[in-house]
């Protein structure tokens, strides 16, 4: 998957030291990266205080499943404490189930604002294995 300069830009800016204090890359052992995480933070519509943004987080697929993203996601998470932000939010797909995964393992819990999301999450948790934390 490509991702062009322009969106980019619009999801970081163009604070170059701001990035770089931020973002974060998984490289192989030729140097090579092969994932990435950024440790952000954005204020959403409805919400009442700043939160911490964990922000793209991506492996290259033939490096997924190999556990790359545990330490990834822990020098985002990380990096928002010592940013000073005491809450963290995400956002994702509900077919990425080993995200997920990750991410309930993490303390990271879903925002069931409609009755049809409790409905959707219940069929997740089930499939994890984790009946009941939702």
Known sequence: MTFPDSRFVEQFGIDEGHIRDNQF?????????????????????????DDGLVHWV???????????????????????????FERA??????????????????????????PSQQAVWTRILDRLGTPGRS
């Open 25 to 49: 890359y998984l490289c192989d052992a030729s140097g090579f990266p092969v994932g990435t995480a950024t440790a952000w933070h954005h204020r959403e519509e409805g919400r009442a205080h």
């Open 89 to 114: 939010y995400l956002q994702t797909s509900s077919a990425r189930i080993a995200a997920l995964a990750l991410y309930l393992s993490f303390g990271f819990t879903p925002d069931i604002s409609e």
């Open 58 to 84: 991506a492996i290259v697929p033939p490096h997924q499943g190999k556990g790359l993203s545990r330490p990834l996601l822990g020098a985002v998470c990380h990096r928002l404490r010592e940013r000073g």
